[in-house]
């Protein structure tokens, strides 16, 4: 008998495409957690993640209260002169300067992962303190997917609160070289079918070259909207253009006439969560 698909798992039918439309970064910053709000409200998004660390964090949860967000494990601070620090305070976590590190590299090389086991459950631990109904975990630049000790943590912690992941897609896995969407699998972890987060490309060229090439499963596309003005142009000395074009891609109604036009189907983690919790993947977590 035939594996059933996760857009089957999910109750849908076998040549069903469904797209998550997931608006990154909530709580970097009030402009972007105004766009992301906007982007959720009357554009395509479907969901958004929180970057707990962040100084706009509570001003997030407060204003997506009800909707469906998940945790952005955050263990970078990227800008030059706009950072922020780890909630456990440890020194493996920090740079010279006192801050998470700007870059994946620089996190990969400092962190201890004992420091990052401690940090992420804290994350997740107090976005749940705060009441987020937390459907899901990804990860802010990628760094705990991409790294062998810090995977093992991110999917420990998916099975401990019960939540579906981000995952690379498997062309990606493959590059990785240490079989992430296996291990997740084998451990009944939900996750989607393909992932879609080309950095720098536009993300509407993007969404209007791969949803018509869309195969039948569960796609996640990724957005960084920022509404444009001195906030995002003070802290993003190098990249603003790429956050402001995603919110006007989350708002651009051909976008939408896209997704009707190709029957995609829009959904957030929250099914996918539903999922995991179900008793037969509970039972393969545990």
């Not at 990804?138 to 401990?160: K, N, P």
């Not at 029957?263 to 919790?277: D, K, M, V």
């Amino acid at each position: 008998m035939q594996t059933p698909t996760l857009a089957q798992r999910l109750g849908y039918g076998p040549a069903d495409r469904l797209v998550i439309l997931n608006c990154d970064d909530l709580g970097s910053s009030h402009a972007a957690n105004v766009a992301s709000l906007a982007a959720m409200e009357r554009g395509v998004a479907t969901s958004g993640t929180l970057m707990v660390p962040c100084p706009w964090a509570y001003e997030a949860v407060e204003m997506f209260r009800g909707r469906d967000v998940g945790v952005h494990l955050t263990l970078t601070a990227e800008y030059p002169t706009y950072r922020w620090r780890s909630l456990t305070g440890a020194a493996s976590l920090h740079d010279d300067d006192g801050y998470l590190p700007r870059t994946v590299r620089e996190a990969r090389k400092r962190a201890d992962p004992a420091d990052v086991r401690r940090e992420c459950r804290a994350q997740i631990e107090q976005a749940l303190a705060w009441g987020v109904d937390v459907t899901h975990l990804d990860s802010h630049m990628g760094t705990v997917q991409v790294d062998a000790r810090f995977f093992e943590i991110y999917a420990d912690l998916a099975a401990e609160f019960r939540l579906p992941l981000r995952m690379v897609g498997p062309a990606v896995d493959g590059q990785l070289g240490f079989g992430s969407r296996p291990a997740a699998a084998q451990r009944g972890l939900v996750f989607t079918d393909q992932l879609f987060a080309e950095w720098g490309r536009p993300t509407a060229e993007q969404m209007r070259t791969e949803f018509p090439k869309l195969a039948p499963g569960v796609a996640e596309f990724l957005l960084h909207p920022v509404e444009d003005g001195p906030e995002l142009r003070g802290y993003d000395l190098t990249e603003a253009e790429i956050r402001v074009n995603d919110y006007a891609c989350a708002l651009d109604p051909d976008i939408a006439g896209l997704i009707a036009s190709e029957n995609l189907t829009p959904i957030s983690f929250r099914p996918l969560r539903e999922l995991q919790r179900a008793p037969a993947a509970m039972a393969a977590t545990a």
